[in-house]
């Protein structure tokens, strides 16, 4: 019959280095877990009885592990029917914390990860709960740490602001350093830096938007759009390109603002008063969540028929949901069946229905191959100039 107790030493300091995070967290709150008992799981009843001298052999053994590290027992004494009264340890006892670090080895890691968290916690009070919650980040990042202080402390300096991030100058930190931990910068930076210097609702996912997100300059994208109304255009500036900052403060004095994916199609199309195209974007049309005064402008938004342009639609009409379709209709579809092509996806993918009107579910579905699993496709630079303007037409006056 095996034995019940964990007699291997490595698995007994296995459950000791379970505590580590707990010891971590303790030494932020400044308490005290000592003494520390560890369970053993002594054997029971049959085994005493059974492996009488197993037992004895994990008895000694276990003695002997204790005094080896300086650690303690607690024994219990078992009254046997037929063997009598026997002393089992039951519990490993820790006396204090430096007989814990010197069992487990961790006496070097523990004192240099107290000494960066004592300094962050003088530097930055506010990050008291993140540490607590995240102590082993600090330990796995703890050859690096200093530089994060760096990093935060340099950003604390308000004149940041206009500066990019090649400029900010930090002793012994240079710019891969921050892009390569800027997930972790971002966590503590939202925290240490006043509200009104954190940009909301940008995610750190690139160095831009790293930068963007905490007031520094950086390259920006860049939005392509035409005055289709050239006299409401700058004079000789009908085709521009800008940052994305300066296209949210432009702010436009038109009513009709036309999306195109394709660069081509923005070129030529046709000039229609009070409105601007904005072209070239591709799949990229979650940059212009952050251009607020579109919301109070008629969008259109013209894509591919195929399920790529569908998904770019319903992208759209989450921070647009007043969004319209353009050319993205079935009688546009049928009207150029002999420009078809097969998409090559296997798979039918998931469309957020909700976000499309039942006309466009209904070509959602229909322009979906069930015979052999894959999409029909209407591009739409396979689309005539004259039909576009006779759509146009219908509903829109265009510039003599």
């Given at each position: 019959m095996a034995l019940n107790p964990m007699i291997d030493p490595i698995d007994l300091q296995k459950k000791a280095l379970r505590k580590w995070p707990l010891i971590l967290r303790s030494a932020i709150l400044l308490e005290n877990?000592?003494?520390?008992?560890?369970?053993?799981?002594?054997?029971?009843?049959?085994?005493l009885l059974n492996e009488f001298e197993s037992v004895g052999t994990w008895i000694r053994e276990i003695?002997?592990?204790?005094?080896?590290?300086?650690?303690?027992?607690?024994?219990?004494?078992i009254q046997h029917r037929q063997m009598g009264a026997q002393v089992l340890p039951t519990h490993l006892l820790i006396n204090d914390l430096d007989h814990y670090l010197k069992w487990i080895g961790r006496g070097t890691l523990f004192r240099r990860w107290l000494?960066?968290?004592?300094?962050?916690?003088?530097?930055?009070?506010a990050l008291h709960e993140w540490l607590l919650k995240n102590v082993e980040t600090v330990e796995r990042n703890l050859d690096i740490w200093p530089s994060i202080?760096?990093?935060m402390n340099r950003f604390m300096e308000s004149e940041i602001a206009h500066l990019y991030l090649r400029e900010l100058d930090i002793p012994w930190v240079d710019t891969k350093f921050i892009e390569t931990n800027r997930m972790l910068l971002s966590q503590l930076l939202i925290i240490v830096l006043p509200e009104e210097r954190v940009i909301a609702g940008v995610a750190p996912?690139?160095?831009?938007?790293?930068?963007q997100k905490f007031g520094l300059r950086f390259d920006q994208t860049l939005i392509r759009f035409r005055w289709l109304d050239e006299d409401q255009a700058p004079a000789g500036l009908a085709d521009m390109t800008i940052p994305l900052n300066d296209f949210q403060m432009h702010k436009p004095e038109v009513e009709n603002v036309f999306i195109t994916e394709n660069k081509i199609n923005g070129l030529i199309f046709p000039r229609v008063k009070?409105?601007?195209?904005?072209?070239?974007l591709g799949g990229g049309i979650d940059i212009l969540r952050e251009v607020n005064w579109l919301q109070s402008k008629r969008v259109l938004y013209w894509g591919d028929i195929d399920r790529h342009g569908f998904a770019i639609l319903a992208r759209l009409r989450k921070f647009l949901p007043n969004a319209e379709s353009f050319l993205m209709d079935s009688t546009t579809f049928h009207s150029f069946k002999i420009f078809w092509v097969k998409d090559s996806?296997?798979?039918?993918?998931?469309?957020?229905?909700?976000?499309?009107?039942?006309?466009?579910?209904a070509l959602f579905?229909?322009?979906?191959?069930?015979?052999d699993g894959g999409f029909l496709r209407l591009e739409q630079e396979r689309i005539p100039v004259p039909y576009i303007r006779s759509v146009l037409g219908a509903s829109f006056e265009f510039c003599e």
């Open positions: 877990l000592f003494p520390m008992e560890l369970p053993l799981g002594p054997p029971q009843g049959l085994e003695r002997a592990f204790a005094l080896k590290h300086d650690l303690g027992l607690r024994d219990k004494v000494a960066e968290v004592e300094i962050t916690l003088r530097d930055f009070p202080r760096a990093v996912s690139s160095a831009s938007r790293f930068c009070n409105s601007i195209v904005i072209f070239g996806a296997s798979q039918r993918p998931d469309c957020n229905r909700e976000l499309m009107s039942p006309e466009e579910i579905d229909e322009i979906y191959d069930e015979a």
